[in-house]
């Protein structure tokens, strides 16, 4: 007895009738122009036709696979379908999407195993391809269905109310109308009267459509659509739905009808680095403006591959994002020409910035710039605007590049002139390895020595962290210095659903919720620089032999990693302070990233440091030497020095008990420094008081602008 199956096979390659053993497989093919000739080949074994429904053919239930060209629709609508696919990628991303659906999803085989048009598949090794992946008694075919209705199920979840995909469309509303609403008070900004009438209509309107639009749900044949409706431009579901809707009412400004006198007198331009560590800083430092003074406009510029990343991100009303050309090497390729890049950074960005400033409006108050990007206080002088200049790393760190003349010329570094900086080893100095760091160190001593041409110097630190060393720069520049730390997303941390935005299932914190209080190790090495290979296999065995729960975020080796693991959660993503801030986390196997030590410390999480490169070194030495909140896992710099499994497991042993009286001094240090933070970052801290200085700064420079 034969099988009869249905396969749907997309247009792109030539068809070959096919008669496999006792097992002929039906097919239906959309094949375009050639669909008459083609079905005259194929006889009675299938049915060939110019066009068809696709989505609604594959969901078909006589269809048991997809022979496809791997476009990504397709590849959609054959998941959303449950349909197992056999791929034949022509170019572009159907051949990674091939290799998604093979490798990664196990949903699929490949038909065609080399890429490019000489490389001719075969009618034999169609034929037994087919018989296989057709084959619905075979073990490796009802697998790839079991995966397919897997998939299926994911699909039906993440588009269900209440699932990732429609909550995210909704929110992804929510930002356009918020926006939306505030780019339109913008432009009522100079005309009051207007704008009262404006939000008075509105709200009437609004108010109205909400009654007849629950009428029309009650009794839609009898009442006819608002006439309102055909004269605004929104229609009567929309508008029910916004002015209904708590989330997206509550971001609207507060506004007064009979006195509107909320206006954004003042527009700053935040420009930082391009860099994860460098842009989430600065965007943490512009919410805690936007936060602090409504009348502030901030626009965050950066390239149009970070506006990607980034654009989706919740951001404050009076926070939008605006992109200059990718005029620099491409961020998953910088890391392999690092001295490339950074010369990029310094020598193409200015001239598109400078372009973007001139367009803005209203017109800009003053510029927030990453230290790095030093032609910032160039193009600022230029066109007459106030430069601050936020530096994203540790005080010490910026103390020892900027006295690093007298390191060169000495030998050493003075002590007197590195007040606040305990002792020093050369191994702790921010060197970068080999000539070609050299090239890199010289742009960026060049940005430190220039920083003083701005109007004021930001540290993303708190006073009582290194306030010494802040002390004794104030002595020497002539410029306000203002610490405003730590700038990480502490203010929205309470306002964040435990399932982020961007990552709706968050199965890592149901994992920590699982776990006993402080017995997990919580390990990640920053979104740039990897480990290396070795390294990474002797980390991976030596948390294995230590015995401790650990949460490992690994990026593109998690699948990898947590086949082999047994002992922890092995992640691609995670939101980081959350899970720093989680009852069970007792400790952080960290690069020494200054975002990622600033969380720890506002988390009270004891670190055990593995630095990379760069600042890292020294935040390893901080860490460690002068906060003493943390132990060394790394001794030796460089990939050369590869620590072996037997010490790792021995020191994260060490590091995790909690009985014994090294790691409960760690974690009461930790504790220390939290509540310290917490002074700082409070009402009328520390941090607070020099953040609404910097503001009143802004603002007054804005009036005398003006004046």
Known sequence: MSLWVVSYLCPGHKWMKLQLDEKPVGFLRVARGDATRLQELSGDMGLVVPWCDQLWVVCHSAVGGFLTHCGWNSTMESVYAGVPMLTFPIFWDQIPNAKLMVEDWKVGLRLKQENGQKNLVQGQEIAQT?????????????????????????CDRAIEKGGSSETNLRTF??????RALFRLQLSFEQDKKKEKSFWAFLFRHGTQTMCNEKQRRSNPEQLPTLSATKIFPLSSSFSFFFFSNPQISS?????????MDTTFAVHVVALPSPGRGHINPMMNLCKLLALSDDSLLITFVVTEEWLGFIGSAPTPPNIRLRSIPNVIPFELVRGADLAGFVEAVYTKMEAPFERLLEGLEPKVSCIVADTYLSWAVTVGKRLNLAVASMWPMAPSMFSILYHFD?????????????????????ADLPFVSAKKGEAISDRVLGAISFSTESQCLLFTSFHGLENHVIDNLRTKFRIPIYHVGPTIPYMTLQDMPPNAVEHPKADHLDWLDLQPKSSVLYVSFGSFLSVSGPQMDEILNGLQASGVRFLWVARGDATRFQEVSNMGLVVPWCDQLRVLCHSSVGGFLTHCGWNSTMESVYAGVPMLTFPLLWDQITNAKLIVEDWKVGLRLKQEFGEKNVVQRQEIAQTVKRFMDLDGDESRELRRRAREMKEICERAIKKGGSSETNLSAFVKEIVQGHKNQSS
């Open 130 to 154: 087919l018989k296989r992946f057709m084959d619905l008694d075979r073990n490796e075919s009802r697998e790839l269905r079991r995966r397919a209705r897997e998939m299926k199920e994911s």
């Open 251 to 259: 971001n609207i400004p507060t506004i007064d009808l009979v006195d």
């Open 173 to 178: 509303f929510q930002e356009i109308v918020r």
């Open 406 to 426: 007298l390191f060169n010329s000495n030998g050493h570094f003075p002590i007197d002139e590195l007040s606040g900086i305990s002792s020093i080893r050369l």
